[in-house]
Nanobody
């Protein structure tokens, strides 16, 4: 089992910045990809950004140029730097990890979510 703990959510003014982090712990063998999703009130959860084990990244069009994802493999941690935040970025942000066990079984894991509110 893999546990994810997110942190960094806060209330910030439009144009401000935040950094989210998500640390994986537990019985970890190989983490293939780490990413972030978000869910705004009344909306479906949507993809934000992902980084693979080869450090390849992909972003939703809505955050390209403003958000940056990276990972620290030694700490099993993924980060999301969010700049130039807009009110429409307000959402609960969820960390997602795809882990492969020593026997080759792959599973998706989700964090509990951290609230990001962009408002003046």
């Amino acid at each position: 089992q893999v546990q994810l703990v997110e942190s960094g959510g806060d209330l910030v003014q439009p144009g401000g910045s935040l950094r989210l982090s998500c640390r994986a712990s537990g019985t970890i063998f190989r983490i293939q990809r780490m990413g972030w999703y978000r869910q705004a009130p009344g909306k479906q959860r949507e993809f934000v950004a992902v980084i693979t084990s080869a450090d390849s990244t992909n972003y939703a069009d809505s955050v390209k140029g403003r958000f940056t994802i990276w990972r620290d493999n030694a700490k099993n941690t993924v980060y999301l730097q969010m700049n130039s935040l807009k009110p429409e970025d307000t959402a609960v942000y969820f960390c997602n990890v795809y882990h492969v066990s020593i026997v080759g079984r792959g599973n998706d894991y989700w964090g509990q979510g951290t609230q990001v509110t962009v408002s003046s």
